[in-house]
């Protein structure tokens, strides 16, 4: 991963890159009106380094390039597929485009030389603010037969749909479901894509960052503490 | 004043007095086909005593025979992973710990090897700390498999197994409170490190456990596997082979006892499980018997492992050495409980500033991890724990995702019972040992 030193804080990552960003900013500001890190102490680093993620270069390392060239093969029409690939911490992300996914996961799971049999897991993340297409779904898939993990990411603006991928790994069901009902994220082609966590008549998808976390405020001894995403946050 | 077919009245002393007899059941049974299949549909939970908590079955019944089940699931929903957006990380330890409150220590760990992770200092953490890391997943394991084994015996018919199972996990619960000051929900797994080092009481504790519990296991196969009802309601129960498991996603004993011996601890090895000898144990009967068979060979399998992390454990530093990450001090009994070290109080507040300033910013700030996305996953009692851990720089997670077992697992009822008894959707779902805290989060 590439580290780039921020410029401007009010500009999403994603923006400038025209890529699905990685990582929104946090909050600089809000620390009894000082302005920049606020931080004097050193302790969380003077400058706050802004992080973009690019395409890994070739070579990936490790077992990467040898999913990569095999999925490449397996799957011609891969590079319309394949927004980029990124190699961070030891671990392979492809961003497959939306309406890919289904097919990709086909080929995963099927070719002699990927076998990826198991569907890990599937969730959710909700980058608003920092990009256009906020909610990123990331299939962890798990080689069996070599040892192997590869997490396949999807990002999909609000109200876009994405394809099921429980024609081919029926362990999906319910993990989408559970993102249907967190985040709102339709999958096409779901047989039952019903909430799941939450009561049926619920409104609204709680795991979205803009749904508050609500709470009461707590009296303890005389002092009132408020609900936890009204307290102050040292940043 | 009418008299009736079914109210005959006859005229006495005190009056007219009418015998009311039975309404028209003979003709009205007489009009029903016995042999027709009518369908009904039960309800079975959320608050049943056979659901291993508030798992809700919406049953399709043709007689005693289910033709179709619904698993509702959501009752317990708690919204851990959207609670942990709004603390700092090391405060998430609390609130991983009660997803699945069978698993604590596991739970702890596999947060904690997602944030170490994150943190680039996964090879930083000592021996010592990743020794008593798998010590107590280890007695986790052998707990919660006490636990299933004790709460499936109930649900088939085996009360006393119930009391002897849960009677047994206590000691083990013992020594966890030994360890961290609570039997459950501990909380003491950090990222970096432990909350506290282990005491040598507790080391002794786990060492009269070791004898023990081999004697107690010969005890309950004793009892379990040659009576003739355990084994009626055990095997050829909820079959589900490989190609069904791989397909649900199910792993763990259920996906070991159809013959596939996957085990993260053998196949993508962490917290240095290569280097302890021990077997993945498993069955061919992909039944319930088969797990049963699973689980008490795994017991045995991580009371080995517990043998050797306890030769292993060598003195050392039980935090990472960055004391950017490392908590500030050093816990210590006190005459109000678990808090700072007196030694440490007097350094901060009468010493050095620095070392106040220092405590207080990682106390109420906590640390920074740099951006980006992990997934972790270990072998839990139930199966693949995974967690999915997104950081965007700050001092909180920006997303935990759990991949839970029971979540995954519980999706295998309707394969597993659809077309069986209804008896045996009791010993199918058990055989799964779902925990709802941790399916529903």
Same mark, same amino acid.
């Given at each position: 991963m590439s580290i780039q030193p921020g410029t401007d804080s009010s500009v999403p990552v994603g923006a400038e890159l025209g890529a699905p960003a990685q990582t929104p900013p946090s909050p600089d500001k809000g620390m009894f009106g000082v302005k920049g890190t606020g931080d004097v102490s050193g302790f969380g680093?003077?400058?706050?380094?802004?992080?973009?993620?690019?395409?890994?270069?070739r070579p990936y390392g490790e077992y990467f390039d040898d999913v990569y060239d095999a999925l490449e093969e397996a799957y011609p029409a891969l590079s319309e597929a394949i927004e980029k690939v990124v190699v961070d911490r030891a671990e392979l992300t492809l961003h497959v485009r939306a309406e890919?996914?289904?097919?990709?996961?086909?080929?995963?799971?099927?070719?002699?030389?990927?076998?990826?049999?198991?569907?890990?897991?599937?969730?959710?993340?909700?980058?608003?603010?920092?990009?256009?297409?906020?909610?990123?779904?990331?299939?962890?898939?798990?080689?069996?037969?070599?040892?192997?993990?590869?997490?396949?990411?999807?990002?999909?603006?609000?109200?876009?749909?994405?394809?099921?991928?429980?024609?081919?790994?029926?362990?999906?069901?319910?993990?989408?479901?559970?993102?249907?009902?967190?985040?709102?994220?339709v999958f096409t082609g779901h047989p039952n894509l019903t909430r799941i966590l939450m009561p049926d008549d619920w409104e609204g998808h709680p795991q979205r960052k803009d749904y508050p976390l609500g709470g009461v405020p707590v009296e303890y001894k005389g002092a009132e503490i408020p609900p936890p995403d009204q307290r102050r946050v040292y940043q | 004043m009418t008299t009736s077919e079914y109210a005959s009245a006859r005229e006495t002393t005190e009056g007219r007095v009418f015998t009311?007899?039975?309404?028209?059941?003979?003709?009205?049974?007489?009009?029903?086909?016995?042999?027709?299949?009518?369908?009904?549909? $039960?309800? /079975?939970?959320?608050?049943?005593?056979?659901?291993?908590?508030?798992?809700? +079955? $919406?049953?399709?019944?043709?007689?005693?025979?289910?033709?179709?089940?619904?698993?509702?699931?959501?009752?317990?929903?708690?919204?851990?992973?959207?609670?942990l957006e709004y603390r700092n990380w090391t405060q998430g330890v609390t609130f991983v710990t009660r997803m699945d409150y069978l698993a604590n220590m596991s739970n702890e760990t596999a947060y904690c090897l997602a944030v170490e992770k994150l943190l680039g200092i996964t090879d930083q953490i000592t021996e010592r700390v990743t020794t008593i890391r798998v010590l107590f997943m280890e007695l986790q394991r052998i707990a919660s498999h006490l636990v299933w084994l004790a709460t499936t015996g109930m649900e088939?018919?085996?009360?006393?197994? /119930?009391?002897?199972?849960?009677?047994?996990?206590?000691?083990?619960?013992?020594?966890?409170?030994?360890?961290?000051?609570?039997?459950?929900?501990?909380?003491?797994?950090?990222?970096?490190g432990l909350a506290q080092d282990i005491p040598d009481s507790a080391v002794r504790k786990i060492r009269d456990f070791l004898k023990y519990l081999p004697k107690k296991l010969?005890?309950?196969?004793?009892?379990?596997?040659?009576?003739?009802?355990?084994?009626?309601?055990?095997?050829?129960?909820?079959? +589900?082979?490989?190609?069904?498991?791989?397909?649900?996603?199910?792993?763990?004993? $259920?996906?070991?006892s159809a013959g596939l011996p996957w085990d993260l601890r053998k196949t993508m090895p962490y917290c240095g499980y290569e280097n302890y000898e021990f077997d993945v144990p498993t069955a061919t009967t992909a039944d319930v018997w088969g797990r049963y068979l699973v689980r008490m060979a795994e017991i045995r399998e991580s009371l080995k492992i517990v043998e050797q992390a306890l030769d292993r454990l060598r003195p050392g530093p039980i935090w990472i050495e960055d004391k950017k990450i490392a908590w500030p001090s050093q816990l210590a009994l006190g005459l109000d409980g678990l808090g700072n070290s007196l030694e440490h109080v007097a350094k901060i507040m009468g010493q050095s500033m620095e070392s106040l300033i220092h405590h207080f910013k990682l106390v109420t700030e906590g640390f920074r991890v740099p951006p980006g996305q992990v997934y972790v996953a270990i072998e839990h009692p139930?199966?693949?724990?995974? $967690?999915?851990?997104?950081?965007?720089?700050?001092?909180?997670?920006y997303r935990v995702h759990y991949r839970e077992p029971s979540f995954v697992n519980l999706q295998a009822i309707p394969a597993m019972a659809e077309g069986a008894l209804l008896a045996d959707v009791i010993a199918g779902g058990a055989s799964l040992d779902p925990v709802m805290g941790g399916c529903d989060r």
């Open positions: 680093r003077l400058a706050r380094p802004r992080p973009a993620v690019f395409d890994s270069p890919h996914i289904a097919e990709v996961c086909q080929v995963m799971r099927d070719d002699a030389s990927l076998r990826f049999e198991l569907c890990s897991s599937v969730d959710a993340v909700d980058y608003l603010g920092s990009d256009e297409r906020r909610f990123h779904v990331a299939y962890q898939l798990t080689s069996m037969t070599y040892r192997r993990r590869v997490r396949l990411e999807v990002a999909v603006a609000d109200g876009v749909t994405v394809p099921s991928v429980t024609q081919v790994y029926p362990t999906a069901d319910w993990q989408e479901r559970e993102i249907y009902d967190m985040f709102g994220v | 009311v007899t039975g309404g028209d059941w003979d003709s009205l049974t007489a009009s029903v086909d016995p042999l027709s299949n009518e369908k009904i549909v $039960v309800n /079975m939970g959320p608050q049943h005593p056979s659901t291993h908590g508030v798992l809700r +079955l $919406v049953l399709e019944l043709e007689g005693e025979t289910v033709t179709d089940v619904r698993p509702v699931i959501g009752y317990l929903h708690t919204g851990i992973e959207k609670n088939l018919g085996a009360i006393s197994m /119930m009391l002897y199972g849960f009677r047994e996990r206590e000691y083990i619960l013992d020594i966890f409170e030994e360890t961290s000051g609570l039997r459950m929900n501990n909380g003491y797994i950090r990222p970096g010969k005890e309950y196969e004793a009892m379990l596997s040659g009576q003739i009802i355990w084994q009626q309601r055990t095997q050829g129960v909820a079959v +589900l082979d490989v190609t069904g498991c791989l397909a649900l996603g199910i792993t763990g004993p $259920v996906l070991r139930r199966g693949e724990l995974g $967690v999915h851990a997104v950081s965007d720089g700050g001092t909180h997670p």
